[in-house]
């Protein structure tokens, strides 16, 4: 996996895929078994964490409690490794400060903070510094939703702003289509597609990488119900956008799920789930049948790699 | 204060029909799921499922039996026997509510159930919760700070704020009606859209005017002026290249199906919902089309929703 300089590269998986591993392999906290890490056109396979010059944000906030907001953020700069001048520290931790709008917690104790004030100490711990890297391991899952949407903005921006170099590990399918230039999509220690959030989503190589981006999921179904196989189609992959209703297969309505700016609904077909979007001012009664057929649906085989 | 772990200072509360507000918890046919789980750590699982049936001095045949019913329903007959100690959450919150199910109370009061679980196992888990409830016809009071949650959960979701309760409706009429600018930032994400401008509105009037441009909205039914606010919920927004409302386009979030376009308005900033077909950069100036049927306007000092023949039948429930 190359990661350009700037962009920003979300790893997607669900738990277990390898994320967090690759994560803590990349900064040097755990060690390879085999092949090569490079950064910068360096090796770093026998570096120290110190030595390569990454800087990590971890799930848990992990601030040192005994200190303020300022110590916390200066902390990482006046190691003796850096050995910065204090003029620029304070510098610097206005500049982040600013920018994760924490300026007014400066002298807090890292205790006296919210929740999302924490995680923005610990976004800045690691924005003060200008390492190779940025290694962030779902930084804003502990966080509640509207904070999340917040914080996403303000970390691309950031990102964006200074240009920096960022592999941030996620399974929110949201964060990864909003925040990614390029989104790797692990699948049990693989990885399996590489690509930008558009190319993973309309262009699959999977129905394993089809599943993990689009909500609701995908609707795997065998390609005989509509009667589409042929050359080799064994499976086809209907999202929302991809089902027509109106003519085709009569689908029961099981459930009517009401989100606000759209209806999910959940349809068996012969024994199978789907799941689907309407309108959500259209009513849809439990026990009815609509009917519905795949439009121009992605087509795989029986071991799930994608045909056309 | 339902479940009786506090006591009222006034008001009353009725269990199908009887005042129980001053009853101790254990007089309440109620069940309780916390998020933190809560479970008995020096009992096994089956004996933290069977502990409240030996509690209310039921015979050993029929306990059995209970338990067996409800772990096959939740599906954790095979950790019956294991100590809840290295039990996933996942795993403990099925525990958890297998203790509140056998008991068969009259209501279930479940407190954030799910906020201990990992992200991703939360949306599977909500499922889970969903479907059980429709198989059992539960009465369940559920509290989150999810709305995404309370939408998919709720048949009638209680919107609240500061100990009041700002709105009491289905999910889809507290979304297209909200009471209150509260309400309307709670639920929905990207939340409504606050234009601010100051104008005055009467009775009968089916337009507005921002910035000198007059925007057309549902029938007032009120008299009000001063600080008002002109709310649009984000998939309400389309864009054209006439229009006298313009934005300019300051960022683009591409989600799949539908992209999110963060605009600068002469009235604020704004975030629209539109198809991801539609071909949208960074610094273009378009047209905006509100779609008048669905706007709410707010008076800003209160927060509350101006009457309208949108949402008269909602507000007159409070």
């Known amino acids: ?308 | 204060m339902i479940a009786g772990l506090e006591l009222p200072t006034s008001g009353e509360i009725y269990l199908d029909g009887e005042e129980i507000s001053q009853r101790p918890p254990s007089q309440r046919d109620i069940a309780c799921v916390f998020q933190m789980f809560a479970l008995n750590p020096h009992m096994n699982v089956r004996k933290n499922i069977l502990y409240p049936l030996v509690s209310l001095g039921m015979r050993r045949a029929d306990i059995k039996a209970k338990v067996a019913e409800v772990s096959n329903i939740l599906g954790i007959n095979d950790i019956l026997d294991r100590p809840t100690g290295g039990l996933s959450g996942g795993d403990r919150q099925r525990v958890a509510l297998a203790r509140a199910i056998v008991r068969d109370p009259k209501a279930f009061m479940m407190d954030e159930p799910l906020g201990a679980l990992d992200a991703e196992f939360r949306e599977h888990m909500s499922e889970e919760l969903r479907a059980l409830h429709d198989r059992m016809k539960a009465t369940t009071v559920y509290v989150t700070h999810d709305q995404l949650e309370a939408m998919q959960m709720g048949d009638k979701i209680v919107v609240m704020n500061n100990a009041v309760v700002e709105q009491f409706g289905e999910p889809q009429e507290i979304y297209d009606k909200p009471a209150t600018m509260f309400v309307a930032d709670f639920i929905g994400s990207p939340s409504m859209n606050f234009l601010r401008f100051e104008g005055a509105v009467q009775k009968g009037d089916n337009s507005v005017t921002l910035s000198g441009i007059r925007l057309a909205v549902p029938k007032q039914l009120q008299d009000l002026q001063g600080d008002l606010v002109f709310g649009v919920r984000p998939e309400q927004i389309s864009f054209t290249d006439d229009g006298a409302y313009r934005g300019l386009v300051l960022a683009v979030e591409y989600l799949g199906t539908t992209q999110i376009v963060t605009l600068e308005t002469p009235n604020g900033d704004l975030k629209a919902r539109v198809n991801s077909s539609q071909v949208i950069n960074v610094g273009d100036r378009v047209g905006l089309n509100f779609n008048p049927a669905t706007i709410t306007l707010f008076h800003e000092q209160s927060g509350r929703a101006i009457v309208s023949e949108l949402n008269s039948g909602v507000l007159a429930n409070g």
């Open chain 1, 1 to 308: 996996m190359t990661i350009p300089e700037g962009a920003f590269v979300v790893l997607l998986g669900p738990t277990g895929a390898g994320k967090t591993t690759t994560l803590r392999l990349i900064s040097g906290l755990e060690k390879l078994d085999q092949g090569e890490i490079s950064i910068g056109g360096r090796v770093v396979n026998k570096e120290t964490p110190a030595q390569r010059d990454v800087a990590m944000v971890f799930q848990q906030y992990s601030l040192y409690p005994h200190l303020s907001v300022r110590d916390n953020l200066a902390f990482p700069l006046r190691s003796p490794m850096l050995k910065t001048p204090e003029v620029e520290i304070e510098r610097k931790i206005a500049e982040v400060a600013s920018v994760l709008q924490i300026s007014d917690k400066l002298d807090n104790k890292a205790t006296q903070l919210s929740g999302g004030e924490m995680q923005r100490v610990s976004i800045g711990r690691a924005l003060v510094r200008n390492p190779s890297i940025y290694l962030m391991d779902e930084p804003l899952s502990s966080l509640d939703a509207k904070l999340r949407t917040e914080l996403r903005v303000e970390l691309k921006r950031i990102q964006a702003t200074l240009g920096a170099t960022l592999l941030y590990v996620t399974h929110d399918q949201i964060e990864a289509m909003t925040m990614a230039t390029h989104v790797g999509v692990l699948n049990h220690g693989r990885l399996v597609q590489y690509g930008s959030p558009r190319e993973i989503y309309e262009n699959p190589n999977s129905v394993y990488v089809a599943s993990r981006l689009g909500l609701p999921r995908i609707n795997i179904l065998p390609a005989e119900l509509f009667g589409l196989t042929g050359n080799g189609a064994a499976q086809i992959g209907m999202r929302p956008e991809q089902i027509r209703q109106g003519s085709g297969q009569p689908a029961e309505v099981i459930r009517v799920e009401h989100l606000g700016d759209q209806t999910r609904l959940h349809l068996k077909l012969q024994g199978h789930d789907i799941t689907t979007l309407v309108d959500p001012h259209v009513t849809y009664d439990v026990g009815s049948n609509i009917s519905i057929e795949p439009n121009d649906p992605l087509y795989f085989d029986d071991n799930g790699n994608r045909i056309f």
